[in-house]
């Protein structure tokens, strides 16, 4: 950033203001945001319940008590499965290898049950699958995060209570089609809800506070984050892209119906963490996001602004990207209450706001290039750097209720003949040709003894016995489900080279 | 190998003239040599022949999705994007190539001096060796799985098989040939004008710079590694894990290490830049690495987050080979951010650089979780001899370590 130049211009700006005269009192056009249009941009609004597909046969219950371990029941666990977890303390990591498993803490007479890391165990909650619903918790002292999903499509983490828990308090990643709500998050030391590199994601009424950042969007597309309470943390709610990571945008994202207030906390981020750049005193914040709608939102009493919208230049410890686009276009900012932000603003702020001018509170400021951004009823706020932003062709949001999928995001199908191909030549390959011994015995050996028998050949598969000295065991393929067993079995008696 | 004389040419003018007696049995006598090499008409394990007579990769991996299709995630995700469809014929001429010291100017180094099979692919040293002797600024990285990277060398400068495959064979530091001298000297190897006319049937010229390159990128795009005991795992296998790599799995992925942060499976790399900030062997400057491939003083110091599959075959470790031991590279990640970089030297360190303090019983079963990925179950045959009959240092140099 130029500020001298800047200085110049806006010398040159005032003066032209001086010399015409421009009048201050002419009456703001006033857009009511009751009943207008809304927005017809995003991802195709569908009507939903939840996030997790209804299940429509009901599985086992495992109860956990305290004493007892709730990895060992996830472990027993089939797909379909409640684990149900009593009040008490826990002290341990569970992680969800599998598809469809609800875990769900009992509550009792305001009584949880409670992970707690002891500060020495690393992660509270792992999954991996998809169709997860983790519920009820309380989880505390854990050195990594408290839940955090990597790749599980379909998931729900609701009413978890996280308290002083490490670097995430809830952290679903790679994931498409979530749900985060009613979580009470506290005394995390990067985001209190983190969504990073996801697809339709939902985050509401989740309080979160005393964290270093409340709420944080990064890298994904189609989020509405609305009802929240996020106050006294450095930074309340923010849409990043994030450079340097391997999906590169942040679109779509509407901010809505949230309190954010009282975001001051000092930044006690790690050294060398993104947020730990935020400056304390941040309602929201957007940097580089593209698509980010900002309605209905109470921000008060943050003291260096209540929006912040930038480029990644304005970041100057975040890393060089080339594939990363570094602007914020398209932010859309409706009705939202602002009180008394930006009372106590940063050097970097301030020399912004001179370049207008501008002295005293800022609500909203702008920093680098925008293309595409719209405001209505700007003249209600204090506002720095939005000289271009266009009056909004909508005023509302009204029309959108979620992104979340109807149905939840769907598993790739297989054809079952493909899925013989794809483990025959994927796996069997490796060990067995079709003429002559490579580990295994040839193709065309296994033929013979099975021929008409797809179904021995499947039950082999599955569990190997020894049955020739001068060959090494088979491992089980027990990790193929019956149906690609007995697909692979059927490939394997039919191939012919 | 039979239809391949029949279609011999050579032979059937060798016997048309008998005043070229004396010359057609010398073509004979090197002809016989030759012979021997003939060119597989089936694909790799791993592979499907189509009716194009290309070979399409098939793995687990394809029963899954990611995100945005980018070959991200956890345990049932897909892979990224990968390079198939090559012949077998070009596959296997490429693994021809790959071991013939005749691709070298000095025709004594072959693909396989830094990429030899039996050390994962790597050389074993810290840093490689090129022509005339010439010890390199980095270390040979493996080949198991490059089909699935869109991003090559450790600064992160070519994007496909074809561009990287250039690069060590006209870089005067590795094989240090150039083009002319490289086609001469495969035109002056008997077998290979007529094995490229096998490969590349549609080409007029079929012996160029372009199809070599093509056959080198045919057979690196073959080298699959996705049959680990992780995978088996991962597609569903709960005991195929021991429990002690296990506990290193949820130590990988915790976000107190955040390993897969970084080296994300399925493929263990996000191919991303990360400035990490490793110690250079003793004496030598700093690597800029990617900084010079971007112009972007921010990425100095930054390298290729490589893929961790086979990386217990590829010792020593890090773009200069710095640390000799896996446990050794993992336990750099905490011993401090910046710890290594030398005071008064700036570099903009990865913001996961962080201070996890782990344990050496965590660091113990991340070197045990990291053994299990590895998988050679697809490895290509060394070829007993190549088309120049060169000796083929590199299987001697394995032999050499394996003493």
């Known amino acids: 950033m130029n500020n001298k130049y800047k200085v110049v211009l806006a010398i040159i700006i005032f003066a032209g203001g001086w010399i015409f005269g421009s009048s201050n009192n002419e009456a703001p056009v006033i857009t009511s945001s009751v009943g207008g249009a809304s927005y017809e941009g995003g991802f195709e609004s569908e009507v939903t319940v939840g996030a997790v597909p209804h299940r429509s046969v009901a599985g086992n219950i495992h109860v956990v008590s305290p004493g007892d371990s709730i990895q060992a029941a996830v472990e027993a666990a089939q797909p379909g499965d409640t684990i149900q977890v009593m009040p008490g303390t826990y002290s341990e990591t569970v992680y969800i290898d599998k598809d469809d498993i609800h875990l769900v803490g009992v509550i009792q007479n305001g009584a949880r049950a409670t992970l707690d890391g002891l500060g020495k165990l690393n992660d509270a909650i792992l999954y991996s699958g998809n169709n997860i619903i983790i519920e009820n918790f309380r989880i505390t002292q854990y050195k990594g995060n408290g839940i955090m999903g990597q790749a599980g499509n379909n998931f729900e983490i609701r009413n978890n209570v996280i308290v002083d828990t490490g670097i995430y308090g809830i952290f679903p990643q790679l994931g498409t089609n979530g749900l985060v709500e009613h979580n009470v998050v506290s005394g995390i030391e990067d985001a209190a809800i983190y969504i990073g590199m996801s697809d339709n994601i939902h985050v509401a009424y989740n309080e979160v506070f005393d964290s270093v950042a409340g709420i944080e969007i990064e890298n994904s597309r189609h989020a509405i984050v609305e009802y929240n309470n996020a106050h006294h943390n450095t930074g309340g709610i923010l849409a990043f892209v994030t450079p340097g990571l391997p999906i590169k945008t942040t679109e779509d994202v509407i901010i809505r119906n949230n309190f954010v207030s009282d975001n001051n906390t000092p930044n006690f981020g790690a050294p060398g963490s993104i947020v730990s750049g935020i400056p304390a005193g941040t309602g929201i914040l957007v940097m580089a996001a593209d698509d980010v709608i900002i309605e209905g939102n109470i921000i008060t009493n943050n003291k260096t602004a209540g929006i912040i919208i930038n480029d990644h230049s304005f970041a100057p410890t975040i890393t060089m990207d080339i594939q990363s686009d570094p602007n914020a276009d398209r932010t859309m900012i409706l009705d939202n209450v602002m009180l008394n932000n930006g009372y106590d603003t940063i050097p970097e702020v301030m020399a912004v706001a001179l370049t207008e001018l501008h002295t005293g509170l800022v609500d909203i400021v702008h920093v680098g290039p925008s293309n595409g951004s719209c405001i209505i009823n700007r003249h209600r706020y204090r506002t720095v750097g939005i000289g271009d932003y266009s009056e909004c062709g909508f005023t509302n949001t009204d029309s959108i209720d979620s992104y979340l999928l109807a149905g939840g995001a769907q598993p790739r199908v297989i054809a079952s003949s493909e899925r013989g191909e794809i483990a025959y030549l994927g796996v069997c390959a490796g060990c067995h040709s079709y003429t002559g011994r490579l580990i295994g015995p040839s193709v065309q050996v296994i033929q013979a003894m099975y021929a008409d028998n797809p179904q021995g050949l499947a039950a082999y598969i599955n569990a190997p016995i020894k049955r020739r000295d001068n060959f090494p065991e088979m491992p089980a393929q027990n990790y193929l489900d019956s149906e690609t067993q007995l697909a692979v079995a059927k490939y394997m008696l039919q191939v012919s080279n | ?403």
């Open chain 2, 1 to 403: 190998m039979t239809k391949y004389l029949i279609n011999n040419k050579a032979n059937r003018n060798a016997f048309s003239c008998i005043f070229a007696t004396l010359i057609a049995m010398s073509f004979t006598l090197a002809q016989s040599a030759e012979s021997t090499f003939a060119l597989a008409d089936k694909c790799p394990p791993s592979f499907a022949l189509d009716n194009n007579n290309q070979c399409q990769l098939r793995n687990l991996y394809q029963l899954y999705d990611s995100l945005q299709d980018r070959g991200l995630g956890g345990l049932k995700t897909a892979l990224p994007k990968h390079r198939d469809g090559f012949s077998p014929q070009q596959i296997d001429l490429g693994r021809l190539l790959f071991f013939d010291p005749v691709l070298s100017a000095d025709k004594n180094l072959s693909c396989a001096n830094c990429h030899n099979p039996t050390l994962g692919f790597s050389d074993g040293m810290d840093r490689s060796v090129g022509a005339r002797g010439q010890v390199s600024q980095r270390s040979s990285p493996t080949l198991w799985n490059s089909a699935f990277l869109s991003v090559f060398f450790w600064d992160a400068r070519a994007h496909s098989l074809e561009e990287q495959a250039i690069g060590p064979l006209f870089s005067d530091k590795e094989m240090a040939n150039t083009p002319e001298q490289l086609l001469s000297n495969l035109n002056q190897v008997a077998a290979y004008p007529r094995l490229f006319e096998q490969a590349f049937p549609a080409s007029k010229d079929a012996l160029t710079i372009d199809n070599t390159v093509t056959a080198l990128s045919a057979f690196q795009s073959s080298l699959i590694s996705l049959n680990s005991a992780y995978d088996r795992y991962a597609h569903g296998d709960a005991k195929a894990l021991s429990p002690h790599e296990l506990e290193g799995l949820n130590v990988f992925r915790s976000f107190v290490a955040r390993c897969s942060q970084c080296h994300t499976p399925p493929l263990f790399t996000n191919q991303q830049v990360a400035v990490i900030g490793t110690p250079e062997p003793v004496g030598l400057p700093r690597d800029i690495g990617a900084a010079e491939t971007f112009s972007a003083k921010r990425l100095i110091g930054g390298f290729k987050v490589p893929t961790l599959r086979n990386i217990a075959r590829t010792a020593p470790y890090m773009h200069s080979g710095r640390f000799a031991t896996l446990r050794e590279a993992a336990e750099f990640y905490t011993k401090g951010r910046g710890h290594a970089v030398p005071e008064g030297e700036e570099l903009l360190l990865h913001w996961h650089i962080s201070d996890p303090k782990l344990t050496d019983t965590e660091l113990d079963r991340l070197v045990d979780f990291m053994g299990a990925l590895s998988d050679e179950s697809f490895m290509p045959e060394t070829p007993s001899q190549v088309p120049s009959g060169l000796l083929n240092t590199s299987t001697s140099l394995a032999a050499a370590l394996e003493k």
